[in-house]
Structures are given as structure tokens and as C-alpha cells.
Nanobody, 115 residues
Framework: QAQLVESGGDLVQPGGSLRRSCAAAGMFFNLYTMAWYRQAPGKQRELVAR???????NYADSVKGRFTISRDNAKNMVYLQMDSLKPEDTAVYYCNSNYYDQSFWGQGTQVTVSS
């Protein structure tokens, strides 16, 4: 059974950095497009960053230049390096994998950016 497990939630000050990790199991990881989404209170879930099986990346405008998505196919892991964090980055962050009609979600973990 496919499963995505994310690292724990964190509290960080504005301007700080965090690295999120997501471990995948039960799927042919190399085939999947991996992504990070987030959902802030009262808002819809939005795409933060995506990396395809070939390594092509795209980002939400709000995080370009601050966040970096990467993957390690040997370890079935996807990462999100978040730098220069802002209070508006506060949200529950979700890991997602997608391959044609197969889509899986992690459990979501809270990131809070506050002084």
C-alpha cells in the first residue's frame, strides 16, 4: 500500500529556515511526480512546489527564490528546503505523489512562522 510520511511540525522565527522531508513507500517512486502543497487557515490548499520524475521543477510565485524542492530516488525521499520564511508561510504542509490517475497524500504537518 502506498504511503507518504512527512517529518514533524516546526515553529520558526521569520527569516529562518526549515527543511521538510517526505518518505515514500509502496510505489515505484522514480515514476512519480512529487509535490508539496500547503493549506493555511481559512484558505484553499495550494501547490507550493513540484518536481517531476525527470527533475523538472516549478514553484508557486510566492515561494520562488526562497524554497527549493529536491528528490533522492535512491532513498525514495522528497525534500523542501524553505529559506527566508515569512509569517504568511504558516500552514499545514502536505507531501503529494502523482502518476497518471494515482495520487497519494501525506498526513500533513504544521509549519508556524512567528516571532
Amino acid at each position: 500500500q502506498a504511503q507518504l510520511v512527512e517529518s514533524g511540525g516546526d515553529l520558526v522565527q521569520p527569516g529562518g529556515s526549515l527543511r521538510r522531508s517526505c518518505a515514500a513507500a509502496g510505489m515505484f517512486f522514480n515514476l512519480y511526480t512529487m509535490a508539496w502543497y500547503r493549506q493555511a487557515p481559512g484558505k484553499q490548499r495550494e501547490l507550493v512546489a513540484r518536481i517531476t520524475s525527470s527533475g523538472f521543477r516549478n514553484y508557486a510565485d510566492s515561494v520562488k527564490g526562497r524554497f527549493t524542492i529536491s528528490r533522492d530516488n535512491a532513498k525514495n525521499m522528497v525534500y523542501l528546503q524553505m529559506d527566508s520564511l515569512k509569517p504568511e508561510d504558516t500552514a499545514v504542509y502536505y507531501c503529494n505523489s502523482n502518476y497518471y490517475d494515482q495520487s497519494f497524500w501525506g498526513q500533513g504537518t504544521q509549519v508556524t512562522v512567528s516571532s
